[in-house]
């Protein structure tokens, strides 16, 4: 059997539709999004779908253009790791 479907969580990207109006960057509360060399991008160690701080990913709340779809799948185990080891760098600065 595989995973329970609840359990699947996608990881996000920022497509070449990005019109790099800025909104998502700051909303991001693990610094996982930048500006890149054409467009804002994702740093998927950084990325846990906002899981930790906030129920919905901030960034698809807030981009006007829609342009941060799925990428690629990763539970919630995944996420909640990435999560703590992020507070733990936070915690040691
Ligand atoms: S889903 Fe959350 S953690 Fe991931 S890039 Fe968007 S705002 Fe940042
Ligand atoms: S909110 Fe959307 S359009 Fe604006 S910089 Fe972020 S990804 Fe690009």
Not at 14 to 38: H, L
Not at 72 to 83: G, N, S
């Amino acid at each position: 059997m595989g995973e329970e479907l609840c359990d699947i969580i996608m990881a996000l990207k920022i497509t070449e539709e990005c019109i790099n109006c800025d909104v998502c960057e700051p909303e991001c509360p693990n610094e996982a999004i930048y500006q890149g060399d054409e467009i804002y991008e994702i740093d998927p160690n950084r990325c846990t779908e906002c899981i930790g701080h906030f129920d919905e990913p901030q960034c698809r709340q807030v981009c006007p253009v829609d342009c941060i779809p799925v990428d690629i799948v990763e539970t919630k185990d995944v996420l909640m790791e990435r999560y703590e080891r992020l507070q733990k760098e936070i915690d040691k600065k």
